[in-house]
């Protein structure tokens, strides 16, 4: 079933367009990764599910329905800001019942909400902490709990890892894991790879506010990725390596890599990597280790994203 | 941590619950809970009382120091003035305070939630842009309106001292509430519009402060050089000063001047705020100053709130579609048509002259409402026993109600002044009639007495005499007529010179017997003698 689609999405600020047409598809259940660079428009779509926007042109669908004003988005969505803040004078549990209040949820249900999710975000022992005294992450679980109040199956996170310290980070990608357990929908905004490149199911790459890919991960790794990099270590004469690899065809750039590591590029499928390491132990070169280095989602999004923000 | 299943999936059936639970504001609640933390809140409050209450005891310093200055020890009763001047100098205090401390709480309200960031989060909940308004709005007043009541029992000393009636105290709180709604919304509506809390504060003072200030300069430039023409009223209708001058000017402690004297403030607040003026038929009295800036503060506030639960939308700021509207045009007009009937109604306490005092005196037409009718002394047409009906029932209403000392004071003896309206044209009752009258009074607690001058009766120590015997001096006014069955008589009571109280009285004819059945709406206390 299919969460989240959008078509034709548009937002125009004055001359500026922040979102282009943008055609959207995220399977429920999936942590979906957008990513790009800062002012690629990944907040404003981001708002615009969440309904705080109003599009120029398109239209949005969440769980099959047309939305069509802020009220009805709510509902099924949470959202937690890129930038937000938390109100002084306020205890932990009353953030949390305040936002509970909002979404009307009923009194005898109040409190036991408030429980679970700050169990959830681990701030049980914080319950009667003032908001402002709590770490940088810990306002960021709590952030992430208050757009959980009303148990919305569609969650928007803008940035939800900016700003913490790995430990908190570890942290956060735990919590989301654990939502899309639930079977929530996520969608996660970031312009940091790596942390996407670890747990998202699928991503899509935005720039200049055109959705330039988007799809699961792997297919994305696949789609962009015809050639691959080759690491090797060999145990001598690295020189002849290099240079019997420059004339295998399909090789670009050689080069040696930290230590007596050799990478290379090369455009070929499995077959052609299992030919070149047959051809350099024929040629008497005794390679020592031979493999691909891991997929990189940097490295990805650089090969999208070339020229356009150049 | 969780298991999914345990999370509350109670979405379908909180649906169901809204309509039946009444949940508070959630807004309220948040904001009560945080306001009322901590040691702030109640310092301001007990700052606010203690302030209060100086100013209070100063006041009373101050008219003591004044008496004694001017008159010595021989001044009379002040305890009337000291009272006027408490309520007038509470009143103007409470209303700056108010002024001051509005847009603090206010302006902060809906721009906070940007400067916070937490406008987005509030906006992708399900909360309607008019519950959050109405939230602000109810906790920042809620606040100053606990500030306002909290000073009731404190400003009820000036019931000690007496001169202010329950009615003026209660004039003035609606003023004061009024007010704070009304500059409460500007604050709400700027903070909205502007989205920055500086920005927002600094025009809600730039507005509340030309309210205050550039109608009464208006009106004072107007004044002095229009050569003592008097300008239009409608210039001070937005002044909240003016409007609490109008509640005090039917006091004639202040009217007189003496109350401006001694608080050292300029004449032009009240110059303009007064009610009763001259007419070339004889006093009439106006619609009270305060009476519009209600009416005028109540549409203000209303559009200004229809205003902010749009701008408060984070899309569609501007575009107001034709059924929001149409929605806030009708209630828009149900306020108008409210306000207009409410005048309509009580048009009749003000259109009409009454020939209160006697002689008219000179003025400016164009004080003189349109709608004012001579009213001709029609009381040769009435019997003498009518004539006695009517004025024994303002006796007993001015000595058993009205007097101000509280219900059935003994006083031993009343004076009944012979002589009927002012000194210009004043007439002596016939003996017939003080006969009548006496009659008519038989089953009076205290002595009735006719004197020819209430001088006679006044302790020989002008100005401020006491009245002889612990007694008191009853003035009466010629009988006049508002309609061809109500007739209006101008009463006072006199318990020394400058503690006095009056009233115009509406009379009917009920069961065959005249009755007082109302006054005009206006009555004045502790009036320097006539005489003099």
Redesign the interface.
């Known amino acids: 079933m299919i969460a989240i689609r959008t078509h034709g999405l548009t937002k125009r600020f004055g001359k500026l367009t922040a979102v282009d047409h943008l055609d959207l598809v995220i399977e429920q259940g999936t942590l979906y990764g957008l990513i790009g660079p800062n002012g690629a428009g990944k907040t404003t779509t981001l ?1 615009l599910l ?5 599009p120029s042109e398109g239209e949005i669908y969440l769980d099959g329905q047309r939305v069509r004003d ?2 009805q988005a ?2 099924v ?1 949470g ?3 890129d ?8 205890m932990v549990w ?1 953030y949390l019942d ?2 509970a ?7 005898a ?1 109040r409190q ?2 408030v429980d ?1 999710l700050l ?2 975000v ?1 701030l049980t022992e914080k319950r009667d902490a003032y908001v402002q005294t709590l770490s940088r992450g810990m306002r960021q679980r709590l ?1 992430l709990a ?2 959980l109040v ?2 919305p199956q569609i969650l928007l996170l803008d940035e939800p890892a900016s700003g913490l310290d790995p430990r908190a980070r570890v942290e956060m990608r735990e919590l989301l894991r ?1 939502l899309r ?3 929530k929908t996520i969608v996660v905004s970031s312009h940091i790879l790596s942390e996407l490149a670890e747990m998202c199911d699928a991503v899509g790459i935005i720039e200049q506010g055109r959705l330039l890919v988007s799809a699961p991960l792997q297919e994305v790794y696949r789609q962009v990725k015809q050639d691959r990099t080759l690491r090797l270590r060999v145990l001598s004469d690295q020189e002849r390596a290099i240079a019997l690899m420059r004339n295998y065809p399909g090789i670009g750039e050689v080069y040696a890599a930290n230590g007596d590591h050799i990478e290379a590029n090369f455009v070929g499928d499995d077959a052609a990597t299992a030919a070149l390491l047959t051809h350099l132990t024929a040629q008497g070169v005794a390679v020592v280790s031979f493999g691909e280095t891991a997929n990189d989602l940097e490295d990805v999004f650089l090969r999208i994203t070339q020229g356009i923000v150049s | 941590m969780l298991q999914p299943s345990s999370l509350p999936m109670y979405q379908e059936d909180h649906e169901m619950k809204i309509k039946l639970h009444y949940q508070p504001n959630p807004v309220i609640v948040k904001e009560l809970r945080s306001r009322m933390r901590g040691w702030r809140a109640f310092a301001i409050l007990t700052g606010f009382l203690l302030g209060t209450a100086a100013a209070c005891y100063g006041l009373y310093r101050i008219v003591m120091a004044t008496i004694y200055y001017n008159y010595g020890r021989s001044f009379g009763s002040p305890s009337a003035l000291i009272g006027q001047t408490m309520f007038g100098g509470l009143a103007l205090f409470e209303l700056l305070l108010i002024c001051f401390i509005t847009p603090a709480l206010t302006t902060g309200a809906i721009s906070g939630e940007h400067d916070h960031q937490t406008y987005e989060m509030l906006m992708a909940t399900p909360l309607r842009p008019r519950t959050i308004l109405w939230g602000k709005l109810v906790s920042a007043l809620g606040y100053i309106f606990l500030l306002i009541f909290a000073a009731i029992p404190l400003a009820s000393v000036i019931f000690l001292f007496g001169g202010v009636a329950p009615k003026d105290m209660l004039k003035m709180l609606i003023i004061l509430v009024a007010t704070a709604i009304t500059y409460g919304m500007l604050g709400l509506f700027f903070s909205a519009l502007l989205k920055r809390t500086g920005r927002a504060t600094v025009l809600t003072y730039a507005v509340i402060l030309s309210t205050l200030f550039i109608p009464l300069f208006i009106y004072s430039m107007l004044t002095l050089t229009s050569q003592g023409r008097e300008p239009s009223r409608a210039i001070l209708y937005l002044n909240p000063l003016s409007a609490i001058a109008s509640v005090l000017s039917l006091s004639t402690a202040f009217e007189s001047g003496m109350f401006p004297s001694i608080l050292g403030m300029p004449y032009i607040l009240t110059s303009g705020a007064m009610s009763r003026v001259w007419g070339p038929q004889g006093l009439i009295v106006l619609r009270p100053l305060w009476q519009y800036t209600m009416a005028l503060y109540g549409g203000l506030t209303l559009v200004l709130y229809l205003l902010s639960t749009q701008l408060i939308k984070p899309v569609r700021r501007w575009r107001i579609g034709w059924r929001g509207l149409l929605a806030a045009l009708l209630v828009l007009a149900l306020y108008g048509g409210a306000a207009w009937g409410g005048f309509r109604l009580t048009a009749a306490r003000y259109s009409n002259a009454a020939s209160l005092m006697g002689t008219p005196t000179p003025v400016a037409p164009w004080i003189v409402p349109s709608g004012v009718v001579a009213v001709a002394k029609e009381e040769e047409n009435l019997k003498i026993q009518d004539q006695a009906q009517i004025y024994a029932a303002v006796v007993r209403q001015l000595v058993e109600h009205d007097s101000s000392f509280g219900e059935n004071p003994h006083f031993p003896v009343v004076y009944i002044v012979r002589r009927i309206g002012s000194d210009d044209d004043s007439t002596e009752m016939s003996s017939e009639l003080t006969e009548a009258i006496l009659e008519k009074l038989s089953d009076f607690a205290a002595s009735v007495e006719f004197v020819d001058d209430q001088l006679q009766v006044i302790a020989p120590t002008p100005p401020t005499g006491k009245v002889l015997n612990d007694g008191v001096i009853i003035i009466l006014g010629d009988i006049g007529w508002e309609d061809e069955t109500t007739a209006l008589v101008d009463g006072s009571l006199h318990s020394a010179d400058l503690v006095a109280t009056g009233r115009t009285y509406r009379l009917q004819r009920v069961d065959g017997v005249w009755q007082v059945v109302g006054d005009t709406g206006t009555s004045w206390i502790s009036q320097a003698n006539q005489g003099e």
């Open positions: 708002r969440a309904g705080l926007l109003e802020a009220q709510s509902r969505i959202y937690m800001p930038f937000f803040g938390v109100y002084e004078d306020m009353e305040f936002f209040r909002c979404y009307h949820i009923p009194a249900q036991q909400i679970e169990a959830l681990d952030c208050h757009a009303h148990d654990e357990a639930m079977g």
